[in-house]
């Protein structure tokens, strides 16, 4: 699947095709084996297929069932998809070639918008409900396929890509500020909001209702996430029946399926436990493994890939580096309305896109979500404390901070464990990691400005949509909701899209990932080594050099190469953010100088403190501020 789009005109009017084909038209850049349109009253629904799955082969899009009224469509998978069939597929006359727009019409005539509960996997899914004129739409708790809607006077519109909104309704180019403001302070905590005045986003496991005109949101997704008290050797056990299912899932392919295996633990992982499971016979077909070499450059992990390529006895295909085009970051922008891509994805994305042509696939796996749900923290030392757990307290401090002496881990377990009890400030560091708990606007942002868009007050206005009962709990649920990772990924989505080429991510697959929420901290986390459990559960699967690997590599080479490139032709203090006085010209330079100076002494020392991601954020503001914007 790879994008979806529509419209409910008020009541009274009735789309047509014209509807259709502007919403088609204002989508060329979006490869697609077919589109799918329907019109029926006052709303229109289009569908831009791109075969991923057997089933998506010989199911067309929007599906619509006369007697019910209903009429369906999705961008995405359904992972779950024997579960679903018996629930619904023996009375509705579904099998396992039934497509996934089938079974989600199946769904909702059973479970009305509860069918939410039902499903795991990747989606935005939307339902129009013919006879009682309501639309009905929502999102995966993990999945990052996009979702941005608009609503006025003259109807609703909905669309996975801004292009297809704002072209396909005709809407105008206007400037969130508040929202850029987060953006460029590199703290994007709005769940909601876009960089675009009056288009939302529709946040990762919520929905919402189109009736009579009104809108009506909620989060659907509410758990149980069950506290795990299993063993370590229950723990490895189980944690590896759910990688598998998640695996088995993600391999579910209309051809053969890639895998970006960087060697890292977690890509590395998702290409050797792969590779097992189709020796045994559990998966059908091989995955191909693909390997972003950047000789002599110090975030080449060629030496840990190729220990994977060698334990496993097969080969990568290469994707080689490439400088970056600031022509073509500009281009793409001004075509799809997109924020450009970082120099250290771009590379990366477009070789794998283009390797996978080549060889006729299109699904692409990665190892995003591993450092989200395995690298652990000390969030479960309050939660020990409070349930007069205090010696697995100590046990756990005295693993941890090894090098302390007596009095120095005491005093971390007062400020880790003792102090979220008891001191407000650093529940809320806690619990909403995501805010990083400072409300003040940061040193290269004019505070005038951050002031005059309320800066301070949108961070404070943000709670987290999860409450559960637990520290590691709700630590943990801020990464279902966490907001920046998407004003970070719709742009790559959307790059793969149009390159024909679908990303799923393994370790975000929603059954894995209750598992972890609960997971005792002790196994994501153990004496200073993070990812415990996945490092366990790969014993034998990975070659212990990439299994114990503790390094991981840093990527702000290529952004800083680019950045040096451009301020040859475009100086700093002619940059959009810079003349509205928005960013501190002098930051940026001293940053891109601190950081270069640090890079070509070959990353000795201490990272500066100033942010070269500061600098590629008032950069890519500023080309889309010009090209998707102002254009």
């Given at each position: 699947?790879s994008?979806?789009?529509g419209?409910?005109?008020?009541?009274?009017?009735?789309?047509g095709?014209?509807?259709?084909?502007r919403?088609i038209d204002a989508?060329?850049?979006?490869?697609?084996?077919?589109?799918?349109?329907?019109c029926?009253g006052?709303?229109?629904?289009?569908?831009?297929?791109?075969?991923?799955t057997?089933?998506?082969r010989?199911?067309?899009?929007p599906?619509?069932?006369?007697?019910?009224g209903?009429?369906?469509?999705?961008?995405?998978r359904?992972?779950?998809?024997?579960?679903?069939?018996?629930?619904?597929?023996?009375?509705?006359g579904?099998?396992?070639?039934?497509?996934d727009?089938?079974?989600?019409?199946?769904?909702?005539?059973?479970?009305?918008?509860?069918?939410?509960?039902h499903?795991?996997?990747?989606?935005?899914l939307v339902?129009?409900?013919?006879?009682?004129?309501?639309?009905?739409?929502?999102?995966?708790?993990l999945?990052?396929?996009?979702?941005?809607?608009h609503?006025?006077?003259?109807?609703?519109?909905?669309?996975?890509?801004?292009?297809?909104?704002i072209?396909?309704?005709g809407?105008?180019?206007?400037?969130?500020?508040?929202a850029?403001?987060?953006?460029?302070?590199?703290?994007?905590?709005s769940?909601?909001?876009?960089?675009?005045r009056?288009?939302?986003?529709?946040?990762?496991?919520?929905?919402?209702?189109?009736?009579?005109?009104?809108?009506?949101?909620?989060?659907w997704?509410?758990?149980?996430?069950?506290?795990?008290?299993?063993?370590?050797?229950v723990?490895?056990?189980?944690?590896?029946?759910?990688?598998?299912?998640?695996?088995?899932s993600?391999?579910?392919?209309?051809?053969?399926?890639?895998?970006?295996l960087?060697?890292?633990?977690?890509?590395?992982?998702i290409v050797?436990?792969a590779?097992?499971?189709?020796r045994?016979g559990?998966?059908?077909n091989?995955?191909?493994?693909?390997?972003?070499?950047?000789?002599g450059?110090l975030?080449?992990?060629?030496?840990?890939?190729?220990?994977?390529?060698?334990?496993?006895?097969l080969?990568?295909?290469?994707?080689?580096?490439?400088?970056?085009?600031?022509?073509k970051?500009?281009q793409?922008?001004a075509?799809?309305?997109?924020l450009?891509?970082?120099?250290n994805?771009?590379?990366?994305?477009i070789?794998s896109?283009?390797?996978m042509?080549a060889?006729?696939?299109?699904?692409?796996?990665?190892?995003?979500?591993g450092?989200?749900w395995?690298?652990?923290?000390?969030?479960?030392?309050?939660?020990l404390?409070r349930a007069?757990?205090?010696?697995?307290l100590?046990?756990?401090?005295k693993?941890?901070?090894?090098k302390?002496?007596?009095?120095?881990?005491?005093?971390?377990?007062?400020a880790e464990?003792?102090?979220?009890?008891?001191?407000?400030?650093?529940?809320?560091?806690?619990?909403m990691?995501?805010?990083?708990f400072?409300?003040?606007a940061?040193?290269?942002?004019?505070?005038?400005?951050?002031?005059?868009?309320?800066?301070?007050?949108?961070?404070?206005?943000?709670?987290?949509?999860?409450?559960?009962?637990?520290?590691a709990?709700?630590?943990?649920?801020?990464?279902?909701?966490?907001a920046?990772?998407?004003?970070?990924?719709?742009?790559v989505?959307?790059?793969?899209?149009?390159s024909?080429?679908e990303?799923?991510?393994?370790?975000?697959?929603?059954?894995?990932t209750?598992?972890?929420?609960?997971?005792?901290?002790?196994?994501l986390?153990?004496?200073?080594?993070?990812?415990?459990?996945?490092?366990?559960a790969?014993?034998?699967?990975?070659?212990?050099?990439?299994?114990?690997r503790?390094t991981?590599?840093d990527?702000?080479?290529?952004?800083?190469?680019?950045?040096?490139?451009?301020?040859?032709?475009?100086?700093?203090?002619?940059l959009?953010?810079?003349?509205?006085?928005?960013?501190?010209?002098?930051?940026?330079?001293?940053s891109?100088?601190?950081n270069?100076?640090w890079y070509?002494?070959?990353?000795?020392?201490?990272r500066?403190?100033?942010?070269i991601?500061?600098?590629?954020?008032a950069v890519?503001?500023?080309?889309?501020f010009?090209?998707?914007?102002?254009?």
């Open positions: 699947m994008a979806i789009g419209l409910v005109l008020p009541d009274g009017a009735s789309a095709q014209q509807h259709v084909q919403l989508t060329p850049h979006i490869r697609r084996d077919t589109v799918g349109n329907w029926g006052p709303a229109a629904l289009v569908h831009f297929n791109l075969v991923t057997p089933q998506a010989h199911e067309a899009l599906l619509a069932e006369r007697d019910s209903l009429v369906v469509m999705l961008d995405g359904f992972d779950n998809r024997a579960e679903l069939l018996d629930k619904v597929g023996r009375d509705a579904l099998d396992q070639h039934s497509g727009g089938a079974l989600l019409l199946a769904l909702f005539k059973r479970y009305g918008t509860e069918c939410v509960q499903l795991a996997g990747d989606y935005s339902v129009w409900q013919g006879h009682t004129r309501q639309l009905f739409c929502a999102r995966s708790p999945g990052w396929r996009p979702f941005l809607w609503h006025s006077a003259a109807g609703f519109g909905f669309a996975t890509e801004p292009r297809t909104l072209e396909g309704l809407l105008a180019r206007e400037l969130n500020e508040g850029m403001g987060e953006f460029l302070a590199m703290r994007f905590t769940q909601t909001e876009t960089l675009w009056g288009i939302y986003r529709l946040a990762p496991g919520a929905a919402l209702m189109l009736a009579d005109g009104q809108l009506r949101h909620w989060h997704q509410r758990g149980p996430f069950a506290e795990s008290t299993d063993s370590d050797s723990a490895s056990e189980r944690f590896r029946a759910l990688f598998d299912q998640s695996l088995q993600c391999m579910r392919s209309d051809g053969p399926v890639a895998a970006h960087s060697g890292g633990l977690d890509s590395s992982s050797c436990r590779t097992e499971l189709h045994a559990l998966l059908a091989p995955l191909q493994p693909l390997s972003a070499r950047f000789p450059d975030h080449d992990e060629t030496e840990w890939s190729a220990a994977v390529e060698a334990h496993l006895g080969e990568a295909l290469i994707v080689p580096p490439r400088s970056y085009d600031w022509d970051a500009r793409w922008s075509d799809t309305l997109h450009p891509l970082r120099p994805t771009l590379s990366t994305i070789g896109c283009e390797q042509r060889h006729g696939m299109r699904v692409l796996l990665t190892g995003e979500g450092d989200d395995l690298s652990g923290s000390h969030g479960h030392w309050p939660d404390l007069g757990r205090v010696l697995q100590w046990r756990d401090s693993g941890e901070r090894r302390l002496k007596f009095a120095g881990r005491l005093m971390s377990v007062l464990g003792v102090g979220p009890l008891l001191s407000p400030r650093r529940r809320a560091r806690l619990q990691p995501h805010l990083q400072s409300t003040e940061p040193a290269w942002l004019s505070p005038q400005w951050a002031q005059q868009i309320g800066l301070a007050e949108r961070w404070r206005a943000v709670a987290p949509p999860l409450r559960l009962d637990g520290f709990l709700q630590q943990r649920a801020a990464r279902y909701t966490m920046r990772p998407h004003i970070n990924v719709d742009n989505l959307s790059m793969a899209a149009c024909g080429v990303l799923r991510h393994p370790f975000h697959d929603l059954r894995l209750s598992y972890l929420m609960g997971a005792r901290g002790d196994h986390r153990r004496n200073g080594e993070r990812k415990f459990l996945l490092r366990q790969m014993r034998g699967t990975l070659p212990d050099k990439v299994r114990t503790q991981k590599a990527l702000s080479e290529p952004i800083i190469d680019a950045l040096d490139a451009l301020f040859v032709s475009t100086p700093i203090k002619d959009p953010c810079v003349r509205m006085g928005w960013v501190d010209p002098a930051y940026l330079a001293r891109i100088a601190i270069g100076a070509r002494n070959g990353a000795k020392g201490p500066p403190d100033e942010s991601g500061v600098v590629w954020a890519s503001a500023g080309i889309w010009e090209q998707a914007l102002r254009r």
